[in-house]
């Protein structure tokens, strides 16, 4: 990044501008922001096109920090910004189309992704498969959910053909969320452990963060809160320094959701601190967590009555969110202390060299990578996968995973 920034040439900061959503899409924000500022600067007096790419790098990481009216018009003024061309008004319609959804206008997000797939040559094959994506997700928070089935299908089936790792896992989360709405939560909690592993292997820390939230989301659902809220806590411990902005919001949505019926004080707290960083940044709850959050709500009121008359009655939360965030998240490990943990024979039945595989397995390694860390065969590998599988009922990588981080 220095030496493009250094370039001082239009080309290399088109290409710094670029680069830079890389920081945004694994979680590392901060960083992302401090260079994205940087690229900002040295674009005054280049050309045109440089100048777009770095205000759609900015809106992207807008959106990242959650600023979504700023990441509005960082995405607007790119489209003004000289002659636009068919890729980057595709491009940029349909990130102006992911605000919209973000903003709770699934109609306007819908309209927005048709236009940016109808603009001839405007997006190359995985841009287009992305939109696709992204088009079911906005189908699916209108209600339409034959016609988000079919996009995600579409999108789905031209990453396979692709060999593209990163949508598969995108496409995953999003089935899982339509699986979740149509009331499958089995088959929503395999769509996410699935998308989980995926993004744990490639080190992609938002989705995996994503992913897994859900699946915890899945386990309150099933009625087994403390398996989800063991999961957030898990979460929280391992990529605390990743869950700021967009990611930290959806967190925190999904603890008040699960913490509810067990520690209704805390989620009290924290709900009243989500909404006033949501009424900051214009940020409403999205459409298919709503009914969830509403049932969570009544809970916390039902256990708190005076919860009734705080709601939306303070200007703004005591402490920052992500303070309040931690000091729910501590409360939670303490409370899952105080009560019964999994079954501690249920990993006894592992040998420890069946372990040691699905460790390395729940840190995302390949048979070829387990095979050279233990040193032993691919084919060993194999065997004692299947002996796992066999010994905890998992169906594949996925199931084990999912078990693991259970357990």
């Known amino acids: 990044m220095r030496f493009l920034l250094d370039a001082q040439d239009a080309a290399a900061i088109r290409l710094a501008a670029r680069s830079i959503r890389f920081f945004f899409y694994y979680g590392n924000i901060a960083e992302g922001q401090l260079w994205l500022d940087e690229t900002v600067e040295r674009c005054a007096g280049l050309d045109p096109a440089a100048v777009r790419q770095a205000l ?23 489209l003004e910004a000289g002659a636009v061309t068919p890729q980057e008004s595709a491009a940029l319609r ?12 699934g109609a306007t997000a819908v309209s927005e992704f048709r236009s940016a797939l109808a603009v001839p040559g405007g997006l ?53 969320d339509l699986a979740l709405v149509r009331g499958e939560p089995a088959r929503a909690f395999e769509c996410y452990a699935e998308a989980m592993a995926g993004a744990r292997e490639r080190g992609e820390a938002y989705w995996e963060q994503l992913a897994t939230i859900r699946m915890a989301l899945v386990h309150w659902l099933s009625g087994d809160p403390l398996e989800g809220l063991r999961l957030m806590v898990k979460v929280h411990q391992s990529h605390r320094a990743t869950i700021t902005g967009l990611p930290e919001l959806a ?17 009290m707290r924290l709900r009243l601190a989500l909404e006033a960083e949501q009424r ?54 303490r409370y899952l202390s105080s009560r019964p943990g999994p079954p501690a024979e249920t990993k006894a039945r592992l040998s420890p060299r069946e372990a040691a595989v699905l460790e390395l397995l729940v840190q995302g390694a390949t048979n070829k990578e387990i095979a050279r860390a233990l040193v032993i065969s ?28 259970r357990t």
Do not use: M
Request: proline share 5%; hydrophobic share 50%.
């Open 56 to 78: 759609y790098a900015a809106g992207v990481g807008c959106v990242a920090r959650a600023d979504l009216p700023a990441a509005r018009g960082r995405f607007q003024q790119a």
């Open 378 to 405: 691919p084919r060993t590998v194999e065997r004692h996968l299947a002996n796992v599988y066999g010994r905890i009922g998992a169906r594949g990588r996925a199931d084990a995973i999912a078990w693991a981080l």
């Open 280 to 333: 900051r940044l214009s940020f409403p709850v999205p459409t298919i967590w709503a009914p969830f959050y509403e049932r969570a709500s009544a809970r916390i009121e039902a256990a708190l009555p005076a919860a009734r008359h705080r709601k939306g009655s303070e200007t703004g939360p005591p402490a920052p969110l992500s303070v309040l965030l931690l000091a729910a998240v501590e409360a939670s490990d």
């Open 124 to 176: 190359s094959e995985v841009e287009r498969a992305q939109s696709v994506a992204n088009l079911g997700w906005s189908l699916l928070h209108t209600g339409d959910l034959a016609g988000a089935e079919v996009a995600l299908q579409t999108a789905r089936d031209t990453y396979q053909g692709l060999g593209h790792a990163q949508g598969l896992t995108l496409t995953g989360v999003y089935l899982g």
């Open 94 to 105: 349909s990130a102006l189309a992911l605000v919209a959804l973000y903003l709770g206008d």
């Open 251 to 267: 967190f925190t949505l999904f603890l008040v959701i699960i913490l509810a019926g067990e520690l209704p004080g805390e989620a």
